[in-house]
């Protein structure tokens, strides 16, 4: 088994989208020669579709990074094939969390983000369909995930908090945050990338980019092709 840490990142597009000027490039860039970055993103994709792919699509990382619930939300009578009743959005939540702990694995849920309804609605009437988004629907969906996560003691970010900064809901307050309403802009994916770096600073200290050791020497330490074999063991 690698000795090199590895962090998954579990989702749909907001996740998928990370790679390659996304939050997960972010990690990618700070954890460099220090712990791999994984992307399980999958584009539209709910919670259940996600817990039907375990075991396969989790590996066995160090650490798990969920953020699922944006497909989720969405408006049943409009789109009910990717919606996911909000009890059996926070079971399959329960059962992804469950697994990656029962294997070992650390785990760190993110909220499903906040979304201007008025962008995406002109996103859907270009493509000449319903809009199938509420803020309502998003806002008890972020609350069910904070929620069951207090229940499973299992640490959680709040992207409300990182995208709105404690300020009441505005459209206003996310200027720049989403390209069309839901996805991310350069803004949003730089905001999150911090503040995700952030969160694994504060809750497992070991896994400080700022503190970890390079898992290889510097080649302006390598004396010869032996030391390089010793330090990897």
């Known amino acids: 088994m690698s000795r090199?840490?590895?962090?998954?990142?579990?989702?749909?597009?907001?996740?998928?989208h990370a790679f390659p000027k996304g939050w997960g490039t972010h990690l990618q860039t700070i954890y460099t020669r220090k712990a791999d970055i994984l992307n399980r993103g999958l584009s539209g994709y709910n919670s259940t579709w996600c817990t039907n792919l375990l075991p396969d699509i989790l590996g066995s990382p160090t650490v798990l990074i969920i953020m699922l619930g944006t497909n989720d939300s969405v408006l049943e009578s409009v789109n009910p094939t990717h919606h996911v009743p909000i009890e059996i959005y926070k079971s399959n939540l329960e059962v992804i969390v469950n697994f990656a702990?029962?294997?070992?694995?650390?785990?760190?849920?993110?909220?499903?983000?906040?979304?201007?309804?008025?962008?995406?609605?002109?996103?859907?009437?270009?493509?000449g369909r319903e809009c199938d988004r509420s803020l309502e629907m998003v806002g008890l969906y972020r609350r069910a995930c904070l929620d069951i996560m207090e229940r499973l003691g299992?640490?959680?970010?709040?992207?409300?908090?990182?995208?709105?900064?404690?300020n009441e809901y505005s459209v206003e307050a996310l200027d720049g945050v989403f390209s069309d309403g839901?996805?991310?802009?350069?803004?949003?994916?730089?905001?999150?990338?911090?503040?995700?770096?952030?969160?694994?600073?504060?809750?497992?200290?070991d896994l400080d980019p700022d503190e970890m050791p390079l898992w290889a020497p510097l080649h302006t330490e390598i004396a010869n092709s032996h030391q390089i074999r010793k330090s990897l063991q």
Do not use: N, Y
Not at 4 to 16: A, E, K, R, W
């Open 154 to 166: 299992v640490s959680v970010l709040d992207t409300w908090q990182v995208f709105l900064g404690g």
């Open 101 to 127: 702990q029962d294997g070992g694995v650390r785990v760190l849920v993110l909220t499903p983000p906040p979304v201007i309804i008025s962008d995406w609605k002109k996103v859907r009437e270009a493509q």
């Open 182 to 205: 839901v996805h991310l802009a350069e803004k949003g994916h730089e905001m999150l990338g911090r503040a995700v770096v952030e969160k694994i600073q504060t809750v497992w200290k």
């Open 4 to 16: 090199i840490p590895c962090i998954t990142l579990l989702g749909d597009s907001l996740t998928q």
